[in-house]
């Protein structure tokens, strides 16, 4: 491992506009080559220990990342918008929008990394913001919930899923072949829906990272 990979992130708490959500931005420490900006799903929030492990692999390659609240925590009290995927994916839009503002980030590549009901949020938001976005990454994912947004989505987009997490692998294929970007899908073998499997939620981490390696790479000079 070397020395980059052994440095600590800067982390920084933000408030993103216009709801004032809560987030926290890291830079890795060297060069910064791309951002991902996570979405997570019901039931959790910016602290998911999942999405922090995973974001933890990617600062190591050279990837900022954004993790934050797409609800309020009046908002999330609701369980009707806790589902309410177009709500969640204009957070996200807005949410990106508001990075390309920001000193720290402004001109880095972009990718989404969304998880169970945030993964459709990512994908419709990617239909949306069109050639903004780099990549997507879905965990666990729910992209059928995005529905005719799907055919919309530009950015090579990953599909991984617990291999014993069956409803909703089935789910994800139907996807893939809806989608029309650069697409694929991977199983972990024996994981189910969480990952909570010893190593698998690593293995995760280990796809999420290669996948935004390859496609988020800032141009000479944009690098921070």
Known sequence: MSVAENARPQRKTVSIPPRGLEGTLALPAGRTEGLVVFAHGSGSSRLSPRNALVAAELQQAGLATLLFDLLSEDEAADRVNVFDI????????????????LALT??????YFGASTGAAAALVAAGKLGRAISAVVSRGGRPDLAGGALAHVTAPTLLIVGGADREVLALNRSALARLRCEAALEVVAGATHLFEEPGALEQVARLARHWFAGRLRATPGEGR
Not at 86 to 101: D, G, I, N, P
Not at 106 to 111: D, F, M, Q, Y
């Open 86 to 101: 177009a709500l969640l994916a204009e957070r996200l839009v807005l949410a990106t929008e508001w990075t390309k503002s």
């Open 106 to 111: 402004a001109g880095l590549p972009i990718g």
